[in-house]
């Protein structure tokens, strides 16, 4: 710091938003339609029972 900087206060950033918003791809839809079902809440039970957990 030299003499004329000590009697000023250290710079400050402006507080606001953190994240960048960029504007949408030209023809994307802005209102997209819901993504199909994958699979059901059981799919995997059968698979996690039979599962053993590893002995170290």
Do not use: F, I, W
């Amino acid at each position: 710091m030299t003499e004329s900087d000590a009697g000023q206060a250290p710079p400050t950033r402006a507080r606001g938003a953190r994240r960048v918003t960029t504007a949408p791809p030209p023809g994307s839809d802005p209102t997209p339609p819901r993504e199909p079902e994958r699979h059901r809440l059981d799919d995997n039970d059968e698979r996690l029972k039979a599962e053993k957990p590893p002995h170290y």
